[in-house]
Structure formats: C-alpha cells, structure tokens
C-alpha cells in the first residue's frame, strides 16, 4: 500500500477522487504519527505504476511513501519552499 500525503485538505480530496476512480480501495484518512503533513490528511493507494505516479505528480502532493507494516520508505517528497 501507498500513501500520499498534502499541503491542503483540497489537494487530498482531488487526489482521493482520481485515485477512487482508479482504485476502488483509495482511502482518506488521518496520516500516520510517523509521518507529518500540513494538512493532517492523507490518501492511502494502490498502484501499478508508482514512478509514473512520481513523476507526473500533482503540484499539492507534499510526499509518497510505501507502508511495510509500521515502517515507511519514502518514494518521494517535495522540496521546500
């Protein structure tokens, strides 16, 4: 499973929608106490494709981690401003 997590509640909710379309197990929720986020949401996801994912991803995407039970690796995240 992925996690996505945002700058804004706005950016979780469009990225939510594209992904339910997607992937009808696409969940918004709370984002782990191991990692943080602005907004204090997240999406979590499944993919086939997550580079293509990285690499096209939307500009409110604050980073993308892959869930291994408790632990996180992230795939991405976004640089500061």
Known sequence: MFI??????FGAQQF???Q????KTA??????RALSAACGICVSFEVDNVSELVANHPED????YLSEGSEFKVLFEAPEE
């Open 4 to 9: 996505a997590t945002f700058h804004t509640h």
């Open 16 to 18: 939510h929608k594209q």
């Open 20 to 23: 339910k379309s997607i992937d």
């Open 27 to 32: 969940t918004l929720m709370p984002v782990p």
């Open 61 to 64: 995407i604050e980073g993308i």
